[in-house]
């Protein structure tokens, strides 16, 4: 069963296509037909965990491999490359970028992606020079974020390039996520990237996962 890997020990790609709610299935089922054929099969690859933003205006793929060289290989396989373009060539890919895990909290949870979890996946888009005091910050704000009765963990990732952050977070149940954006208690939570990223988040229930539960 797919885990976020707290320790690094393989790298992360988040992948985020935009699509119109009416297509949101047909997408879905498109990468899912992808990755049994194809990526499953290549070296390295470790799982595909495919998300469903509640809005039907996302589908996120969280996938992992063994290695950067492997998933470069992945990348640099042309006939397999050119088959997925051609499947998927009808949608939006909205961002792609390789992570690591900087912060995951509470050190005790469970943080194994299986269809049905819910996730809270806050996008912070920043220049590279900005980034290092973005992190700090997220890092001084996470244990206010984590005083939400139904926020189970927060798990903050950067990408390579420096020009992401993104905080995964796993969630008992949405229907008290209001708090976060309204209760003065968590006005810290909402207020500490301003000035030095752009924020966007969606709401998404996982829907697939390779290898299954």
Same mark, same amino acid.
């Not at 927060?154 to 969630?171: K, L, Q």
């Given at each position: 069963?797919? $885990?976020?890997?707290?320790h690094?020990?393989?790298?992360?790609?988040?992948i985020?296509?935009a699509?119109?709610?009416?297509?949101?299935? #047909?997408? /879905?089922?498109?990468?899912?037909?992808?990755?049994?054929?194809?990526?499953?099969?290549?070296?390295?690859?470790?799982?595909?965990?495919?998300?469903?933003?509640?809005?039907? @205006?996302?589908?996120?793929n969280?996938?992992q491999?063994?290695?950067?060289?492997d998933?470069?290989?992945?990348?640099? =396989?042309?006939?397999?490359?050119?088959?997925?373009?051609?499947?998927l060539? =009808?949608?939006?890919?909205?961002?792609?970028?390789?992570?690591?895990?900087?912060?995951?909290?509470?050190?005790?949870?469970?943080?194994?992606?299986?269809?049905?979890?819910? /996730?809270?996946?806050?996008?912070?888009?920043?220049?590279?020079?900005?980034?290092?005091?973005?992190?700090?910050l #997220?890092?001084?704000?996470?244990?206010? $974020?984590?005083?939400?009765?139904?926020?189970?963990?927060? =798990?903050?990732?950067?990408?390579?390039?420096?020009?992401?952050?993104?905080?995964?977070?796993?969630?008992?149940?949405?229907?008290?996520?209001?708090?976060?954006?309204?209760?003065?208690?968590?006005a810290?939570?909402?207020?500490?990237?301003?000035? @030095?990223?752009?924020?966007?988040?969606?709401?998404?229930?996982?829907?697939?996962?390779?290898?299954?539960?």
């Amino acid at each position: 069963m797919p $885990a976020i890997a707290k320790h690094n020990e393989v790298i992360t790609v988040i992948i985020i296509f935009a699509v119109e709610p009416e297509q949101q299935q #047909e997408l /879905i089922n498109s990468i899912v037909e992808f990755v049994e054929a194809e990526v499953k099969h290549q070296r390295g690859f470790v799982s595909s965990s495919l998300h469903k933003s509640l809005d039907g @205006l996302r589908v996120l793929n969280y996938a992992q491999w063994k290695t950067l060289e492997d998933y470069k290989a992945f990348l640099n =396989n042309s006939e397999v490359q050119a088959r997925g373009a051609a499947k998927l060539s =009808n949608f939006h890919l909205l961002d792609c970028h390789i992570y690591e895990v900087t912060v995951s909290l509470p050190e005790s949870a469970d943080l194994h992606i299986y269809p049905g979890r819910l /996730i809270h996946l806050g996008e912070f888009r920043m220049k590279p020079e900005d980034r290092s005091r973005l992190i700090e910050l #997220e890092r001084e704000n996470v244990t206010i $974020a984590l005083e939400h009765p139904d926020l189970l963990s927060a =798990n903050f990732h950067r990408s390579f390039d420096g020009t992401r952050t993104i905080n995964y977070g796993f969630w008992r149940t949405l229907d008290n996520f209001e708090l976060l954006i309204k209760d003065p208690k968590f006005a810290p939570v909402r207020e500490y990237w301003q000035g @030095l990223s752009e924020n966007e988040f969606h709401l998404y229930e996982v829907v697939f996962t390779e290898p299954k539960e």
